[in-house]
């Protein structure tokens, strides 16, 4: 299976390695290519919710594989739209290409300001995973 791992054009990280990729009002979360190294297949999301307004940090779905369960947790308080409707029926997207077209969920941030809730820039989350990688 070949992986892409083009980014988003606005994305941030989390330190637990969610994403979120503000696009005007709306925001599109997924999981990175990082935490998902190693995984073959995806079974099942179990939803913790669906839909509604979430502080940042609320555990909102669970990646369920034969061997892991990833949580996904809200990057940013917010309010939740829905899930990615590309993943009824092919959840192998999210492995397929985790920081593009595999997003999980999509939402709107309770606040619009550059001073979000602290994010990390790609380049932060970079150095993250490097230091990640050496311990």
């Not at 913790?48 to 940042?56: A, E, F, L, P």
């Not at 993943?87 to 999980?104: C, F, H, K, R, T």
Request: with cysteine.
């Amino acid at each position: 299976m070949k992986i892409s791992t083009t980014p988003r054009p606005r994305m941030h990280f989390t330190s637990d390695h969610e994403w979120i990729d503000f696009n005007g009002t709306v925001g599109f979360v997924g999981i990175s290519a990082f935490k998902l190294k190693g995984i073959k297949k995806i079974d099942s999301i179990k939803w913790h919710r669906q839909r509604g307004t979430v502080n940042k940090g609320v555990l909102v779905a669970e990646l369920l594989s034969e061997d892991y369960n990833i949580p996904i947790h809200a990057p940013v308080s917010c309010v939740i739209l829905g899930p990615n409707p590309k993943l009824a029926g092919y959840l192998d997207l999210i492995l397929e290409s985790p920081q593009d077209n595999g997003w999980v969920f999509f939402i709107t941030p309770l606040k619009f300001s550059n001073k979000q809730e602290p994010l990390l820039s790609p380049e932060e989350y970079q150095k993250l995973t490097r230091a990640i990688k050496i311990s």
